[in-house]
């Protein structure tokens, strides 16, 4: 027998966004409204264009992804949480669209997975799947996501961190403080995005500068990182405050790195489900997993990445995404799936997570109150 209407949890799915990860949030929400039940979700679309317009329909993914023609409705998400709700502009007045019990993030990269729209999430009062402010914007910034761990004795590869100012005004200076680093190759990286985009295996001075010319296009923050002949191992890791690891993963670049091209056009790399590791590796990634996932307050998922050294043994914490890529073949759901949890049943639980987050965001006293 089919739920009522009333019966059903109200889930609005947002994607897109102003990020080079834009073209990666259409093909993961794609995969997302693909399983969540009819039977026990009443879903709404929430479209983010290239330029930041926030716009609802039944096709908006559809739309977006340029897959179908149609007129779109511009909404808006008020940071008020007594209005509560996706409205849109009628008539010069705001109207309320619809409710929702749950927000559900697929957003990759820039204003997406760095902390902007969980502050609106926060200020709005909603519950949504992800990690908070902290969380993400931790996660999201290489730099700082570095001192952190360093702060939390968790090993990670050495680097240089240079403004796009930097790069633009000094830019010979810039290439000395990097070799003063280590010896070639580095990898370059744009320090706020995700999904190899504007990331450079450089090998030589003339690769260096192009690199840090291309990082610098896409964020004002450029990571220099010793380059590393690793075996690239993932984890997946789900929960809040008793997060768990899934079994690891390795990736198997078909290219120099793990590029966006291998990950999201040719597909040519392959993945090792579970890693062919020793039985004390994986439990040391594991355990390293789920200490850097609560080390920067991560809440619902993350994807946390690991370089092991082929040459010295060496294990080092790479990154972690806080909302990773959510295809079905994406490695955060395979890992998952390999450690006995369906994708279907992960977006479940993903849900949940974010219910139980806000619930306990609800028990935080707001007020000061003097004893009398």
């Not at 768990?244 to 670049?253: D, F, N, R, T």
Request: hydrophobic letters at 40%; glycine letters at 8%.
């Amino acid at each position: 027998m089919s739920k009522n209407a009333s019966d059903k949890l109200k889930i609005a799915v947002i994607f897109g966004g102003r990020s080079g990860e834009h073209e990666v949030s259409l093909m993961s929400a794609k995969s997302v409204l693909s399983v969540l039940d009819p039977e026990r979700y009443d879903v709404t679309q929430i479209g983010i264009t290239h330029e930041g317009a926030w716009v609802s329909g039944e096709n908006a993914l559809a739309v977006l992804s340029g897959e179908a023609d149609g007129e779109l409705t511009p909404v808006i998400l008020p940071g008020d949480p007594t209005l509560r709700g996706l409205y849109t502009l009628q008539d010069a007045r705001f109207a309320k669209l619809t409710d929702f019990d749950v927000l559900f993030p697929v957003m990759h990269g820039t204003y997406g997975e760095d902390g902007t729209l969980q502050g609106l999430l926060e200020m709005a009062d909603v519950a949504y799947v992800g990690a908070g402010v902290t969380g993400s914007a931790v996660g999201m910034d290489k730099g700082v996501f570095k001192d952190v761990m360093r702060a939390n004795g968790i090993p990670v590869v050495e680097a240089v961190l240079a403004l796009r100012s930097e790069i633009q005004a000094g830019l010979d200076d810039v290439v000395r403080r990097a070799e003063a680093v280590s010896d070639y190759p580095f990898f370059v990286k744009p320090a706020n995005l995700g999904s190899s985009v504007g990331v450079s295996k450089c090998n030589n001075r003339s690769d260096l500068i192009e690199g840090l010319m291309e990082a610098a296009a896409y964020d004002r923050r450029v990571l220099i990182e010793r380059g590393v002949n690793a075996r690239e191992i993932e984890v997946s890791v789900l929960g809040n405050d008793e997060p768990q690891a899934s079994v690891p993963g390795e990736v198997l670049p078909s290219r120099e790195f793990y590029s966006y091209e291998s990950k999201y056009v040719d597909g040519t790399s392959g993945l090792q489900i579970p890693a062919l590791l020793p039985d004390e590796m994986t439990e040391k990634i594991r355990t390293l997993a789920v200490k850097t996932y609560k080390a920067i307050d991560c809440a619902g998922m993350a994807r946390v990445d690991f370089l092991l050294d082929k040459d010295t043994g060496d294990l080092y914490l790479n990154e972690v995404n806080t909302l990773p890529g959510f295809t079905q073949i994406s490695m955060y759901p395979k890992l998952w799936e390999a450690s006995g949890l369906s994708y279907a049943q992960l977006v479940d639980r993903l849900v949940e997570l974010a219910l139980e987050r806000k619930a306990d965001r609800d028990r935080t006293e707001r007020r000061f109150r003097r004893d009398a």
